[in-house]
């Protein structure tokens, strides 16, 4: 069954420094998403890419964070520099819904990186 | 605004006892998509189910079973006769569509422990 990849599956920093995610989308998926959720939260979005595009990337905090997707295939989503908030799961979705057509499209999630920032 | 609301914080229960968890949502949208998902120690989220705003059928699956009432903005969901395996984080989401994005909106999620 297909899946959605991500590593590192836990990652644990100093405050400063710089961390890098990587998630693989289900294959053929055009739509990928990149979820923070906080512990005793649900996840929110911070960027969704449609292939290389983004199209919604309002809460992504842009002054420390940054995602790219440049092929429309796998993205990576980078902190620099991490700070004490910023501890939580990042999770990746992918789905098949074509954003022009319009959503509601299941997503489809990987196992998330828990990073902790000390 | 979009929201979605799950009162339900933790909810335990004893093996074989029926659970309902509940989601109250906000939009002002006529066209929306609810789901579910289940996020099990693991902390993959899974897929449960999908909903539109036009179809008012209660759904069942096996154990599961679904209940969307769009008079009071509730999609419940139940669980009949747990099981231990059961024991998870349980979202109640919100797309509203078509938009340019199709983000999901989550609840602050419902804990549920079955006990053997």
């Known amino acids: 069954e297909a899946e959605v990849a991500q590593s590192p599956r836990y990652k644990i920093t100093e405050k400063s420094q710089a961390v890098a995610f990587w998630c693989d989308p289900i294959s053929g998926h055009a739509t990928l998403y990149w979820y923070r959720q906080i512990l005793g ?10 292939d290389e595009s ?20 796998d993205s990576t989503l980078k902190i620099q520099p991490a700070e004490l908030g910023d501890s939580a799961m990042y999770l990746c979705a992918s789905s098949l819904a074509v954003v022009v057509a319009g959503g509601g499209g299941e997503q489809f999630f990987g196992p998330g990186t828990r990073l902790t920032v000390l | 605004a979009q929201k979605v609301t799950q009162a339900q914080t933790e909810i335990s229960v004893v093996e074989k006892e029926d659970v309902t968890l509940d989601c109250v ?3 002002r949208d006529t066209t929306y998509y609810l789901f579910w998902y289940k996020q099990p120690p693991s902390g993959e989220l899974v897929f449960l ?16 079973s679904w209940n969307f009432q769009k008079s009071t903005s509730s999609f419940n969901f ?12 349980y979202f109640c989401a919100l797309s509203e569509a078509p938009r340019v994005t199709d983000k999901l909106i989550f609840g602050t999620g419902t804990r549920l422990q079955v006990f053997p």
């Open chain 2, 25 to 27: 949502y906000e939009t």
């Open chain 1, 41 to 50: 939260q649900g996840p929110e979005l911070l960027v969704q890419f449609q």
């Open chain 1, 54 to 73: 983004v199209v919604d990337d309002s809460q992504l905090p842009k002054d420390r964070f940054s995602a790219e997707r440049l092929k429309g295939v």
């Open chain 2, 49 to 64: 189910i999908r909903r539109n705003s036009f179809d008012e059928q209660n759904e069942i699956s096996g154990r599961y």
């Open chain 2, 78 to 89: 139940t669980i009949t006769a747990s099981q231990v395996v059961d024991s998870a984080v």
